[in-house]
């Protein structure tokens, strides 16, 4: 059942962040902006994504899991596809829309699995393994949608990857299968869960930290490639392959040296939940700066390395600390309203935010204005690691499991 949680989420994370690979290419053909491609690349994503998360978890809490699973995966799959039919700005921003829209049902259901298979003192572990999805689903999404883009087209990169998760569907539906929910109660409210957040200053705390850090991060996957375009004139093969191994290997270390160190730490201090993400989003700044600051290709791809790791790190510990915050019975609904705030405020805007300032330094700076675009977004690092600070000092008094 891990497996084929891990693979689905891999193809989640492919459908989700090929447009990075492919923005220049559709900027090219369609004759966009900069911004105009900041709304594609994950602002169109998250407004259905945002909205829809929320009653679906909240049906995730009553019914079987793994239906709902399967059905989010065929329609990412098939709108994915369907993005390579897109003939302006407007149909593929319609598209990509839809593939949010299948994509909220992808996650915060299958936190709720996870969170009834793994004890509370192997769950950021439990998280971490699943959230290895992200990694290697933004790393294989920048390599074949770049290579068959390369080879054909942008279109049937989104057409060839849409497809390969219809396939995946019926073999998905037939390995999962819901245990059955970890609780005797009658699933909650939505606002029976919102009364219980409510009185948790951590969860807020960690939902806007974990939103600010997943701007910047978000943003920067979605722009790295076209960045290595501009500034160091990579070809999209090239740039495919070296973003492409980066964010694997990178993204990889990160996200289970999260969890692994998360779960060590929390037997003796349960706020390490808070406290590793503190760390790692403060590290994230001087080493993101110092990786875009590079002249060297060679310099700017192991520099990368390390701030891919820290961004991901968040992702186990934070996971597991947001659905030991509520009894089981409201896990699928408190999941969804974090990825609401998170994805609200990372998907929706960190592409956007990112494209709109490039756009405003193109006159002064050029090709360069990207770089100092994203230089500048890092900033909002700060911000995250001092939110997830506040968090870890109560993080002990607000945990439920």
């Known amino acids: ?71 989010g995966l065929a329609l990412w799959s098939l709108a994915t596809a369907v993005c390579g039919l897109a003939q302006n700005f407007v149909q593929l921003f319609l598209a990509r829309m839809s593939v949010g829209i299948g994509e909220a049902a992808g996650v915060a259901p299958a936190y709720s699995l996870l969170a009834d298979l793994f004890p509370a003192e192997k769950r950021a572990r439990g998280m971490a ?11 294989l999404g920048v390599v074949f949608g ?42 909650a409210s939505v606002l029976e869960v919102f009364a219980v957040i409510a009185r948790k200053p951590t969860f807020w705390l960690m939902s806007f930290a974990a939103g600010i850090g997943s701007l910047v991060s978000y943003g920067l996957a979605f722009w790295i490639p076209s960045f290595l375009a501009r500034s ?17 290997v990178g993204g990889v270390a990160g996200v289970w040296l999260g969890g692994a160190v998360g779960d060590r730490l929390r037997s003796r201090r349960p706020s390490a939940y808070a406290i590793v993400p503190t760390i790692t989003y403060a590290l994230c700044l001087p080493t993101f700066l110092l990786a875009f600051s590079s ?46 705030i998170n994805n609200l405020i990372g998907l929706g805007l960190g592409t956007l935010v990112i494209g709109s300032i490039s756009d405003a330094l193109t006159a002064r700076f050029a090709e360069e204005a990207l770089r100092y675009s994203a230089m ?9 690691a001092l939110l997830m600070g506040l968090a870890a000092l109560r993080l002990s008094k607000d945990l439920h499991a």
């Open 295 to 340: 002249q060297s290709i060679v310099l700017t791809t192991l520099l990368f390395l390390i701030p891919t790791a820290l961004s991901l790190a968040w992702l186990g510990p934070v996971i597991g600390a947001i659905t030991g915050l509520v009894p089981p019975h409201m896990r699928a609904t408190a999941s969804a309203m974090f990825l609401f």
């Open 376 to 384: 500048a977004t890092t900033f909002l690092y700060i911000l995250a």
């Open 129 to 139: 393994l699943f959230s290895l999805g992200i990694p290697l689903g933004s790393a």
């Open 1 to 71: 059942m891990m497996a084929l949680l891990v693979i689905a989420y891999t193809l989640n994370f492919i459908d989700r962040q090929i447009a990075g690979i492919l923005a220049e290419p559709i900027k090219h053909d369609l004759g966009l902006s900069d911004q105009q491609l900041g709304w594609l690349g994950g602002t169109a994503f998250a407004l259905f994504y945002t909205v829809l998360a929320i009653p679906i978890a909240r049906l995730a809490d009553r019914r079987d899991r793994s239906v709902i699973l399967t059905v």
């Open 146 to 187: 770049g290579l068959i883009a390369a080879k054909v087209d942008w279109r049937m990169a989104f057409i060839v990857l849409g497809v390969i998760g219809l396939l995946f569907a019926p073999i998905y539906k037939k390995g999962l299968h819901d245990p059955g929910h970890a609780q005797s109660e009658a699933a």
């Open 232 to 248: 160091f004139h990579l070809e999209l093969v090239d740039r495919s392959l070296i973003y492409g191994a980066t964010v694997l």
